[in-house]
């Protein structure tokens, strides 16, 4: 699939924005191939709709390819947002369609953790993978020869704080609307606040980092394929914690991780 240039001038237009504000730092993208079959699998933060897309144009540009991302059946299933987001390569998330991009040596994006990492507990963790009984990626790899790339994201557990969790009684409400189209009672988004009372997000830096291709053919000749992917999931995982380390000590040692502190380095000395 190929983006043309209008399509490429309208993704950097909408995702303008949120570069201002968040003044990105990428890491790595070199290590993303630049052809064959791809899996790029990285960590679900609390604002993946703001911190994912800028992967997207970043990638196109330095390594010309296009990543396919995955959505929701109820995002698929609204009209006009669906037309939106298949324009732009995003498909609906299941097995059938990974494995057709994959076959077709197209690069994707995919989130392991999924809701269960996006949605956060009040006083959880940050950037924590939760990727128990989550092999699925790991089996297509093995099984489309394709090769993985860990993508560590950063930034977006920063700018929000999480009032109250999708588990507060007093979001009751919001379950059963969660529940009413279709979707698990766990993944209620939580009540949320950025600067001030508001939900304008803080304007915390965000950081990417890509690292080392892993090679799924170690793996591919192995009799028992549940075991083989459980494998290829930590080794995967342990290679994303690495790279979400990387990033957290890039980020505590950056003077510009802060809007107040990338204002402060464009004044004179």
Known sequence: MRLSETDKLLIDAITAPTRAWTSP????????????????????????????PLLLPEVLRRRGRLLRGLAEDVLIGVPGLRDFLQHFGIVRGNRHNCMALLRRGEALIVFPGGGREAVGRKGGQKYVLDWSGRTGFARMAIEAGATIVPIAMIGGDDVYDIVFDGQHPAMSPLRKVVEAVGLKSNLTPPLIRGLGPTLIPRPERFYFSAGAPIDPEPWRDE???????????????????????????????????????????????
């Open 223 to 269: 009799h028992n394929v549940e075991a083989a992917a459980a494998e290829l999931r930590d080794v995967v995982r342990k290679a994303l914690e690495e790279e979400i380390k990387f990033l957290l000590a890039e980020r505590d040692r950056d003077p510009g991780r802060t809007l107040t502190g990338r204002l402060r380095g464009l004044l004179p000395l």
């Open 25 to 52: 730092r990428f890491y790595g993208l070199d290590n993303i191939p630049a052809d064959g079959p791809v899996l790029l699998v990285g960590n679900h933060t609390l604002v993946g709709g703001l911190d994912a």
